[in-house]
T-cell receptor
Framework: IAGITQAPTSQILAAGRRMTLRCTQD?????MYWYRQDLGLGLRLIHY???????GKGEVPDGYSVSRANTDDFPLTLASAVPSQTSVYFC?????????????FGPGTRLTVL | GQNIDQPTEMTATEGAIVQINCTYQ??????LFWYQQHAGEAPTFLSY??LDGLEEKGRFSSFLSRSKGYSYLLLKELQMKDSASYLC??????????WGAGTKLIIKP
């Protein structure tokens, strides 16, 4: 692995189903983030984690949950998907301990909820 | 509240110069990032400003005025591959990036 990866690349999901989006980084970054990006809107932060074992809510956390069991992995779970969760999801990571928070992004997951 | 304002779309000609402006209001300020995002791809880092003034990096330059809550990205010698969205993202007092909706730049031959 080089950098940050996400899986799946794309997914079509029936409403009401449970779905986990996976994110893994190999840069040993302390901080990780989940964003959604919708047409005409900026990246919106769903959840973040400043270090393994801790998570926090972003701007649009409802309907999503995360966990950070170790440094490398930061899965995002939709417990019961709804059509409004159709979006492109980006995972990002950064070494935020230096006071310089350049974020590195994964390739994204395109999710369609029908 | 926190707010980022940048133009939705701009058009420029290959070989020309274009300036993309960004004004922001954030709770505290710890620097400002510019990212480039090609259609269907992830954002990638372009520049970072924390002090007032101009930072030059090849064909791209970024300017910051903290007192005015203003930044711009200057792209010179435009190439077709520069067609992309450009995202302005100031960092607030919690070191969280606040993202603008981005400016879609269209380059014409």
């Amino acid at each position: 692995i080089a950098g940050i990866t996400q899986a799946p690349t794309s997914q079509i999901l029936a409403a009401g189903r449970r779905m986990t989006l996976r994110c893994t980084q190999d840069m040993r970054h302390n901080a990780m983030y989940w964003y959604r990006q919708d047409l005409g809107l900026g990246l919106r932060l769903i959840h973040y984690s400043n270090t393994a074992g801790t998570t926090g809510k972003g701007e649009v956390p409802d309907g999503y949950s995360v966990s950070r069991a170790n440094t490398d992995d930061f899965p995002l779970t939709l417990a019961s998907a709804v059509p409004s969760q159709t979006s492109v999801y980006f995972c990002a990571s950064s070494d935020s301990n230096q006071g310089y928070n350049e974020q590195f992004f994964g390739p994204g997951t395109r999710l369609t909820v029908l | 509240g926190q707010n980022i304002d940048q133009p939705t779309e701009m058009t420029a000609t290959e070989g020309a110069i274009v300036q993309i402006n960004c004004t922001y209001q954030t709770s505290g300020f710890n620097g400002l990032f510019w990212y480039q995002q090609h259609a269907g791809e992830a954002p990638t880092f372009l520049s970072y400003n924390v002090l007032d003034g101009l930072e030059e990096k090849g064909r791209f330059s970024s300017f910051l005025s903290r007192s005015k809550g203003y930044s711009y990205l200057l792209l010179k010698e435009l190439q077709m591959k520069d067609s992309a969205s450009y995202l302005c993202a100031p960092m607030d007092s919690n070191y969280q990036l606040i993202w603008g909706a981005g400016t879609k730049l269209i380059i014409k031959p």
